[in-house]
């Protein structure tokens, strides 16, 4: 019988949780101290990510754009993993990190870390990137430095479109403390009534509905200017309390606790439970308050009090509170101020020649690796499925979604399959954090359609990217395959990098067909031909890879470890990669985010390199090289706990030698001493590599270059 939409089902109980001896013995002189802290790692990539914004080599609107995204990170950062911190400082739950810290602790580092962060992008933007700015025409000003004509013509603005939408809310005894939702903007306000003498608060929402920079009207050719929406909201005070006078009045903003959990009962239905809890974000706990630096100290002890928030939970922000608004100045038509423009090629295997030729029978002669943004996702990946919908020898079409574009081309060709008659499976992670409403909304949408939903196993995450295909071809029944590291996004596909494997390999196909029945039924898979899979596999594989090249090493033969993820904190794969490094094994790792290995430690990581690369891109593809065993994998998982004990991840065997070679370029492009990048010492400090007077290469504009040439 076919599964019910919206059934969940529980996974089957995991095996006993794989030990470092799994992957040799390890020395037992390892050190206490062989870990670098999760969160300090995560904020020196914020750090990172803040450099490219200080770095006058970078377009002058992508430093802008840089500036946003260190903004944006720095909020999930506080309301996913700062709230679980405190989380478990509150309720007595103080498990130490894997460097022996506490979460009190922890907490106490992240906030001095995050004040100095804070305080140097201010510096970034007052002193850089808003003079350059300027330079170039494009003003992002205060109330005080506009003209006559320009405060008239805002003042009229305010009138028609701001001032109705406002609503002042008064603090007295008729009029407790207003609620603050997470993340708003909001003015707070002392204001005397001059017949009383008294004084009282106020608090004054500045609306998200609106642009928080307000663009006036100006010749195009002369650049453009923008006015913060709280300075005009600020500047028109006195029309919003009329008859009193306005003391003082700051910028201050609240960051809540999103780290939600559902309670997943198999009696209940996990949609409905999921949608209870998205209705209570918004009064999680608040736990981050940012408060302009010159706010007097009786308004902070007000807002402190009345928000229930701790004193080091208080961020100063010497200047413009909540730069994810510069985002905004991408409305700028400045081709000369960004970084030039690209258009994906189309991956050779499916360039449409005299004869055009199917996906499928391009597949037929041999699997195919795409790595976006440089190649093209709708021509290949978005084509395949599209191709599937339409082939009227599809039979039927299994989708995991993780995330998804709002017009999912994607998700229209499941629908579109369904209508046509074939069977169609979508299993939509619903529990995608921060997706979670649009991933409910695609669920009902494609039940609707007739597509058969699955949201998931109960306890966890689905997080692979896998689509199989079954078509009937002639007597015979053939099955084709993606699996990738990126999400089923076409825009995010442009500017994440990523890769996937197209195949018609029967093994492949017959593990993701093993894996979707464990996915939608009650199936007990443990062994897979061609992938590695966690909650159960992922792990295990990983350190049996490592181990076989730790033994390579001691033996006198070919051994090297070659390893590129997003983070790297996973106690047991440090282990064991630390043991390789002892046997004299070569350890080269790229991670984009978070490590907590130590590299180049004397006795216990020598061998070992770790360097990030940022840029353009945002580096998201996860690839794993074996030398001495030959063995290449790629697929969704990070080495992190998450992932490889509370994720539905997929690794799959990269084996064509053709593609085995792409992936041996992209290692020596990222892994080139040449190339731009951060090197991490053995004390956690990241370095800028290599140093400013040698010549560089990027390696994102390399790979641009090179698939350009192709197409």
Known sequence: MDDQPGEAHTVPSAPPAVTPSDSGELLDSLPEDRYLNRELSWLDFNARVLALAEDGSQPLLERARFLAIFASNLDEFYMVR?????????????????????????????????????????????????????????????????????????????????????????VDPAHPFPYISGLSLNLAVTVRDPDAGTERFARVKVPNNVPRLIRLESDPESGATFLPLEELIAAHLRELFTGMEVIEHHVFRVTRNADFEVEEDRDEDLLQALERELAQRRFGRPIRLEVEKDMSEHMLELLLRELEVDPYDVVAVPGLIDMTCLDQLSEIDRKELRFPPFV??????????????????????????????????????????????????????????????????????????????????ALVEIKARFDEQANISWARTLERAGVHVVYGLVGLKTHCKVSLVVRQEGPRIRRYCHIGSGNYNPKTARFYEDLGLLTANDGVGADLTDLFNVLTGYARQGRYRNILTSPHGIRRGILRAIAGETAAARQGRRAGIQIKVNSLVDEQIIDGLYEASQAGVSVDIVVRGTCSLKPGVAGLSENITVRSILGRFLEHSRIFRFAGSQQYWIGSAD????NLDRRIEVLVKVIDPALTAQLDDIFASALDPATRCWALGPTGEWTPSPSASSEVRDHQSELLATHKAVS
Do not use: C
């Open 82 to 170: 700062v709230a679980g911190l405190k989380r478990r400082h509150e309720t007595g739950l103080g498990v130490r990190s894997a460097d022996g810290l506490s979460p009190r602790e922890q907490l106490a580092y992240i906030a001095k870390r995050n004040q100095d962060l804070v305080s140097r992008q201010t510096a970034v933007f007052e002193e850089q990137v808003r003079p350059e700015l300027e330079a170039e025409g494009i003003r992002i000003v205060r109330w005080g430095e506009l003209t006559d004509i320009e405060r008239s013509r805002l003042s009229v603005y305010f009138n028609d479109h701001i001032f109705p939408v406002l609503t002042p809310l008064a």
């Open 344 to 425: 994906p090629a189309t991956h050779p295997a499916f360039a449409e020649g005299e004869t055009p030729k199917s996906v499928f029978a391009t597949l037929r002669e041999g699997d195919v690796l795409v790595n976006h943004p440089y190649d093209s996702f709708s021509t290949s990946v978005q084509r395949f499925i599209e191709q599937a919908a339409s082939d009227p020898h599809v039979l039927a079409i299994k989708q995991t979604l993780y995330r998804t574009s709002g017009d999912s081309p994607i998700v229209e060709a499941l629908i579109e399959a369904a209508k046509a008659g074939k069977q169609v499976v």
């Open 639 to 642: 080495m992190m706990h998450r």
